[in-house]
């Protein structure tokens, strides 16, 4: 794969002060597989987000050390331990770019949703800084257009984090090389397009939150798992079959086919989990149980709700906002027990990051 298109060159520093809000996303067709580096085994697509977001604001000001060197705040306090992510960050994506060895990097990061809520904000906060260093890099370079200002963002955020590449640009993007978008690419996410039906710009995604704790296995270690995985190749098949069915549904609104698929992807990425070996299980019994109430619920209203879930136990509710009061008091009264402390989060698709 060519990325010679995203290596920069150096030039001369300036000083630079920029914030960026970027969202989280979720999966529709669910990532679950990599190779080197965090290149996709299968294409994805997702809901960008608008509330569950990390807004970032880095201070760049030249030094002469010729070395990475960068200080990291979240909600104003140093945290040492995210320290080796980022390194990690940067060791992957400064040959794209090389200006970064003259600055020193102030970075301050905060997340809108609550801290261990079991949300995972590596899309979002992976995103939000790749904005700001691209966002430097298009006051050095001022001929970077737009389109390509979002490329570069995405491809750097991948390097981050795969489904940050997704948490660019709104309301669905699609990320990895696949049959039905011609400019798509496993180095970057692209938006679907212009003919995205109506109904899914404004798609809810109530979150239940049925468990805050950490994962019990971190989505490196289950992409790992998919190497040597029995049902990898079948899976990775499934994934852009459901993706090829998703595309034409994403534009007619053919809701009960988008909720067969959806909830099938979900399943289909926790059946991955436990049938890796080592095996593990992400659900709670409580996500079981939602699952089964979202079914019932479904037959008895015929009212479109359906869910999907993310690497972990909470529950992502996804429902067209015409169906908003009926699904609201469904939530209140009937799925908030299963959550813990009886907590759940508004969100819905939202149209990408924004420079504040
Ligand atoms: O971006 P990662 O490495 O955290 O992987 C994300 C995996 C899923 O959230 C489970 C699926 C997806 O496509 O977002």
Redesign the pocket.
Known sequence: MDTTPFIATTAIPIKYTTTWEAPS???L????G?YEPQLPKNP?L?FTLTSSKTKTKVIFTPHTKNEIDFEFYFHGETKPDFKPKLSKFFDRIHNYIPWIFKYHLEIHSENSFPHSSGI?S??SSMAALSLCLTDLEQQLFPEMDQAFFSQKASFLARLG????A?SIQGPVTLWGKNEIHKNSSDLFAVPFGTSLNPVFKEYQDTILLVDKGSKSVS??Q??NLMHGHPFAENRFQQASTNLNALVPIMESGALEDFIHLVELEALS?HAMMLTSSPYFILMQPNTLAIIQKIWEFRKETSVPLCFTL??GANVHLLYPNQNIEVIHSFIKEELSPYCQNRQYLFDAVGTGAKKV
Do not use: V
């Open positions: 996303n979720i999966a067709i669910k990532y679950w990599k994805s997702s995972a590596s899309a984090s795969g489904s940050a997704r989505s490196t289950g992409h990425l993310d690497a």
